[in-house]
């Protein structure tokens, strides 16, 4: 009886002393979560008030906005639409040769950035890096080569190399092994440590070990990055050549500062129909190279 007694104060005593922890651990999520919210909101009303955002003066210069996109739209009549369409589009060669220019440099770009960053991803992962010194290092790399925009790039190679495409071409690559060499470290990083670990007890080197233990594991994701890159880097490419570095973004450039608004229209939207058919055909070849290809259906 005596037995029982004492192992039930014992149970008792356990129940209390799960309950005194699970208001502890509840009361201190609370703490947290009334700390970020906090923050949150804080950071919220700080960036609404620095960047003087007004509900008013959104509503009051809209319409000056949808005038503008109007002006890039030339009056378009059923009756003489092909005319019409014909004028408007009246550089469509010079205007696509341009866009070929855009799209081999955006293209140049992503392989190189993609191999150089891709490369320096295996350093950059705190798991494959043999060194917390290469892996410090590397990280630090891949910063300042993202962070520095591209346009920025852009403006330095223009003077060390002079203007035409290879300084679009540099500067995108930069940036681009910035960004990628992040996004290819942090899948490197969740990647599973079980097949490295075998081949590294088998005796293989590390070479062999990211071919074989991380590559298999990790490419999918690198392919998803890198369909993505090269959308943005036909972007950037048109953006670059604002500042001498050719393609289509030179002749966009060009047409809004004659303030022919017409041609300015006529050039976004053959970007825009390029970058639409980018995403459309890398999203159907990622989906069949995963296999999933009734996703595409």
């Not at 009361?27 to 509900?55: L, Q």
């Not at 500042?243 to 973004?249: Q, T």
Request: net charge positive; with cysteine; aromatic share 12%.
């Amino acid at each position: 009886m005596a037995t029982m007694d004492t192992g039930a104060a014992a149970g008792d005593a356990a129940v209390a002393r799960f309950e005194r922890r699970y208001a502890e651990h509840r009361r201190g999520k609370t703490i947290w979560s009334a700390a970020f919210w906090s923050v949150f909101a804080a950071c919220f009303v700080v960036s609404v008030v620095v960047s003087k955002f007004d509900v008013v003066a959104i509503a009051t210069g809209l319409p000056r906005t949808t005038e503008f996109i109007v002006k890039m739209i030339p009056p378009i009549h059923w009756s003489s639409f092909s005319a019409d369409v014909g004028e408007w589009y009246w550089g469509i060669d010079k205007w696509l040769t341009s866009l070929l220019n855009t799209l081999l440099m955006a293209y140049l770009a992503t392989v190189m950035g993609t191999a150089i960053g891709g490369a320096l991803s295996f350093l950059a992962a705190r798991n494959l890096a043999r060194h917390y010194a290469i892996y410090w290092v590397t990280r630090r790399v891949l910063e300042i080569a993202r962070t520095v925009p591209d346009i920025v790039w852009a403006l330095m190679f223009v003077l060390a190399f002079g203007i035409g495409p290879l300084p679009g071409v540099l500067a995108i690559t930069v940036h681009t092994l910035g960004a990628q060499g992040k996004l290819f470290a942090e899948v490197n990083e969740n990647v599973s440590p079980l097949p490295i670990d075998g081949i590294r007890a088998s005796g293989g080197n590390w070479f062999q070990e990211m071919r074989y233990g991380v590559l298999p594991q990790a490419l999918p994701n690198y392919m998803s990055y890198t369909f993505w890159r090269v959308e943005l880097n036909v972007r950037s490419a048109t953006i670059v050549g604002f500042v001498g570095a050719g393609g289509i973004g030179h002749d966009l450039f060009t047409s809004i500062q004659l303030l022919y608004f017409a041609d300015a229209g006529a050039i976004l939207l053959i970007v825009v129909a390029t970058i639409m058919g980018i995403d459309m055909l890398s999203e159907k070849y990622r989906h069949r190279l995963i296999g999933k290809d009734q996703l595409a259906q």
